[in-house]
C-alpha cells in the first residue's frame, strides 16, 4: 500500500499517474489559430529560448486586444505538434477558473480524486511539474488575480510556465515578454491574406485608424471580406458609428481604439443577415457566461442544427474562437463587453439572460448525480457564477422571474458544491451570499430561501463547521414544520440533515430519536421501498451504533442492506455508505475478521466508484485502518493511518474534526503497537 512508502527519500514522483502515457497530452481548450494568423516570429523565438520557468506575456499598454492569448495559444499548438509531453491551457481570470483548469489538466494525467479538495489538487499540479516538468508546457491565460495564481506556479523544474495577463504586476511572476500592437508590416499583411484585397494604401489608413489592434484588424477584416467592400467603404462605416448610441458604458478600462467600433460593426453585419436571430442570441448569452468557454452541447441543447450554423457564422466573423477540438466556444473580453453593454444600452439584457437561464436549466436537470459527471457540474457551476456577476445589479423591478429563476439556478449550484465535496470554502462563500439574497428576494420561508439555508448547513458541516451548522438546520426545520407541516417531504429532509449534524457534534443520544421519527413518516408516508425511506433506516442505524446500540444497529442494517443494493444499486454511494457503516457495527460487535473482511472489499469499492480520496473513501480507510488495529495487526493500521492522514490534510485540512480523528487513531495505534513490543522484549527477557 502507499502507506508503506513514508519515509522512502529514494521514491520518484512521476507526473502521469498508472502506466505511462504514449504521445502528448493536452488539457484545456487551447483555442484554435484565427483566419490568417500572424506568427509574429520575434515573439514566438522569444517563448521558444525562455525555456524551463515563467514567462509573462504582457500587453506594452496593458490594453486587451493585442494578441496575448493568440500568441500563447500559437506556441501551444506548436508544442503539441512537437510532441512535448504535456501542453496545458487554463483559463485563469478568476480564482474558481484556475481551480476548475488545473483539476481537468489532474484528470487528463489521471491524478485528479473525485471529492479531493481543488486547492489540494492544483498544489499536487504544481508539485508534480516541479518534480517531472520536462518537455512539459502549462498555459495560465488572462490572470488577473496574482494572489491567487501564486501558490499553483511552479518554482522549480523544468516545465515551462506562460501567464498570459494586462496587470503590470504580472511581470513579477517571470521572464517579461512585452506584447504591442501589430507593425504595420504585420497589419497589411494581416489585412492582404485575410480580405485578399491589393490595397497597401487602404490597407494602411485602416490599419493606422484602429491603432493596428489585432482584434479590431480582425472584426474589420471579417466584414470586408464578407461583404465584399474596400478598405475605404469599410473605413467610411467605422468612422460615423455612432458608438455612444450604442452601449451603456460600463466600469473598466476604456475601450482601444476603434475596438467597439469595430466589433459593434460585425455584430450589425452579421445579425443583419441573420433572418433567425440566432447569432445574436448565441453571442448574448455566450457574453453572460463563463469566459472560460461555452461547451457546444450545452449551446445545443435545444436548436443543435441551427446552432452549430449560427457558430460557424460568429467564428467566420472573429467574434468567437473554437477550441483546437472544436468542443468549446468563447469569446474575447473585449467582444464580451462590448455585446454586454449593447444588450444592456437596448433593454434586452434580462432576456438574453432568461435564455441562458433556460440553457443552464437543461444542463441543471441532466446533474441529477452530479458525481457522475464532475467535469459537466464545474462548467455549470462556473456559469451560474458568471451570469450573476454579469446580471448583478441590472435586473429592473419587471425582471422578478429573471430573478429568481437565477437565485433557484444558484441554489443548484450550491447543491452540487456539497455533492462534489471538493470546495467547502467556495460552498461556504456562495452559500452565504446565496441565502441572503433569496432572503431579500423571495422572502424567509420561500422554499428555495429554506433549501438554500439547509445547503449552507451542509457546506458548514462539510468544512467542519459544525457549531455554524447546527443552529442553521435547526432554525430551517423549525420553518419547514411551520409552512409544509411535519410530514412533508422538506421536513423530513430537513429532520434527517439536523439529526446527522448532531452525530457529527458527537450528540448521538439527540439524533436517535430525530430518526427514529423520520423513519416512520418515511414508510408511512413513502413505502418501506422508497430511497429516502432506505436512506432513513441507514441513519438509523448509524445513529443507534454512535449511541451505543450495536445490537438494534446490527439488526437494522441486516434489514437494509439488501434493499438498498436492489432499489439504489450495489455501486450507489448510499448503498457503499450502509455497508461501511455496517462494517464498523460488525467491528463493535466483536466479529472482528469479519469486519476486516467486510471493510476491505468496501474500500475498493469506493475507490473504484468515487475515487481514492473521496471523503466517504478516507472515511473507509479509516475504519479498515482501525480494524487493523483491533485485530491486532498494528503494523498494516499504522500504515493505512499514515496514508489516510495525508490525504485528510489534502482534502480538509489540519484542523478538520475528521483529520483530527485519524491523528488520534494514528497516535492510539502507534502506542499499542509499541505496548505490544514492550510486552515481546519482556517475555524474551524473563528467565
Known amino acids: 500500500m502507499r502507506g508503506a512508502q513514508f519515509g522512502d527519500h529514494n521514491v520518484q514522483v512521476n507526473l502521469f499517474a498508472g502506466e505511462p502515457q504514449r504521445g502528448p497530452v493536452v488539457a484545456g481548450s487551447i483555442p484554435q489559430a484565427p483566419p490568417a494568423f500572424q506568427p509574429r516570429d520575434d515573439l514566438m523565438a522569444q517563448l521558444r529560448a525562455a525555456g524551463p520557468g515563467v514567462s509573462v506575456v504582457r500587453a506594452v499598454t496593458g490594453m486587451r486586444g493585442v494578441g496575448k492569448t493568440q500568441l500563447a495559444a500559437a506556441y501551444a499548438r506548436e508544442c503539441v ?108 499583411a494581416f489585412l492582404a491574406e485575410r480580405t485578399s484585397r491589393d490595397d497597401p494604401s487602404g490597407a494602411a489608413e485602416l490599419a493606422a485608424d484602429v491603432g493596428h489592434l489585432p482584434l479590431a484588424l480582425a472584426q474589420a477584416a471579417a466584414m470586408i471580406a464578407g461583404q465584399r467592400l474596400t478598405y475605404g467603404k469599410y473605413l467610411e462605416r467605422l468612422r460615423s458609428f455612432p458608438v455612444r448610441d450604442y452601449l451603456t458604458p460600463g466600469d473598466g478600462e476604456p ?66 474562437t473554437f477550441s483546437g477540438d472544436g468542443a468549446t466556444v468563447s469569446a474575447h473580453r473585449l467582444v464580451a463587453r462590448v455585446t454586454r453593454e449593447r444588450m444592456a444600452h437596448d433593454g434586452i439584457l434580462s432576456v438574453t439572460g432568461d435564455q441562458a437561464c433556460e440553457l443552464l436549466a437543461v ?90 439555508r439547509s445547503n449552507l448547513a451542509s457546506a458548514y458541516r462539510s468544512a467542519g463547521m459544525v457549531a455554524e451548522a447546527i443552529p442553521l438546520f435547526e432554525r430551517t426545520l423549525a420553518d419547514h414544520t411551520r409552512v409544509h407541516g411535519e410530514s412533508h417531504l422538506e421536513t423530513l429532509t430537513s429532520r434527517v440533515n439536523l439529526a446527522s449534524a448532531y452525530v457529527s457534534a458527537g450528540r448521538a443520544a439527540q439524533a436517535v430519536p430525530l430518526f427514529e421519527r423520520t423513519l416512520a413518516d418515511c414508510e408511512r408516508v413513502l413505502g418501506e421501498s422508497h430511497p429516502n425511506t432506505l436512506t432513513a433506516r441507514v441513519n438509523l442505524a448509524s445513529a443507534y451504533q454512535s449511541a451505543g446500540m450495536v445490537a438494534e444497529a446490527v439488526l437494522l442494517y441486516e434489514r437494509t442492506l439488501a434493499d438498498c443494493e436492489r432499489v439504489l444499486g450495489e455501486s450507489h454511494p448510499n448503498t457503499l455508505i450502509a455497508w461501511l457503516n455496517f462494517a464498523i457495527v460488525v467491528r463493535d460487535a466483536g466479529r472482528v475478521e469479519e469486519a476486516v473482511a467486510l471493510t476491505e472489499r468496501v474500500l475498493a469499492d469506493c475507490e473504484r466508484v468515487l475515487g481514492e480520496s473521496h471523503p466517504n473513501t478516507l472515511t473507509c480507510r479509516n475504519n ?14 499504522i500504515s493505512l493511518y499514515l496514508d489516510a492522514l495525508q490525504r485528510m490534510e489534502q482534502v480538509f485540512g489540519g484542523e478538520h474534526p475528521s483529520t483530527i480523528r485519524v491523528r488520534d487513531n494514528l497516535v492510539i495505534a502507534r502506542r499499542e503497537a509499541q505496548a505490544r513490543r514492550n510486552r515481546a522484549a519482556d517475555l524474551w527477557l524473563r528467565p
Open 363 to 452: 444542463a441543471i436537470e441532466s446533474l441529477r448525480e452530479p458525481w457522475q459527471r464532475r467535469a459537466v457540474t464545474r462548467e455549470v457551476i462556473q456559469h451560474v457564477t458568471a451570469l450573476n456577476t454579469h446580471l448583478s445589479g441590472k435586473l429592473g423591478d419587471n425582471d422578478g422571474e429573471l430573478a429568481e429563476e437565477l437565485v433557484s439556478a444558484r441554489g443548484w449550484a450550491l447543491w452540487f458544491l456539497n455533492q462534489l465535496g471538493d470546495s467547502p470554502a467556495l460552498a461556504v462563500r456562495l452559500g452565504e451570499s446565496q441565502v441572503a439574497d433569496c432572503a431579500r428576494l423571495l422572502g424567509e420561508s420561500h422554499l428555495v430561501t429554506l433549501s438554500s
Open 624 to 637: 479498515l485502518a482501525d480494524a487493523y488495529r483491533v485485530a491486532g495487526r498494528w503494523d498494516e493500521a
Open 255 to 320: 475601450y482601444p481604439r476603434g475596438a467597439a467600433e469595430a466589433i459593434l460593426l460585425a455584430e450589425d453585419a452579421l445579425t443583419a443577415a441573420d433572418s433567425t436571430g440566432r447569432c445574436g442570441t448565441i453571442l448574448g448569452v455566450v457574453s453572460l457566461l463563463s469566459a472560460a468557454g461555452v461547451s457546444r452541447d450545452l449551446l445545443a441543447a435545444t436548436e443543435p442544427a441551427a446552432t452549430d450554423e449560427a457558430l460557424g457564422r460568429l467564428a467566420n466573423a472573429s467574434l468567437l
Open 81 to 188: 505538434n512537437a510532441g512535448w509531453r504535456l501542453v496545458a491551457w487554463v483559463n485563469a481570470e478568476t480564482t474558481a477558473e484556475i481551480l476548475n483548469g488545473l483539476a481537468a489538466v489532474a484528470d487528463r494525467l489521471r491524478i485528479e480524486k473525485p471529492g479531493i479538495d481543488l486547492e489540494a489538487i492544483g498544489t499536487e499540479v504544481r508539485n508534480r511539474l516541479e518534480a517531472d516538468g520536462d518537455r512539459c508546457l502549462i498555459v495560465f491565460d488572462n490572470v488577473t488575480d496574482l494572489t491567487a495564481l501564486r501558490p499553483y506556479v511552479p518554482a522549480a523544474g523544468k516545465s515551462q510556465v506562460v501567464i498570459t495577463s494586462t496587470a503590470q504586476a504580472a511581470t513579477g511572476l517571470g521572464k517579461p515578454l512585452l506584447v504591442d500592437v501589430f507593425s504595420e508590416e504585420e497589419s497589411l
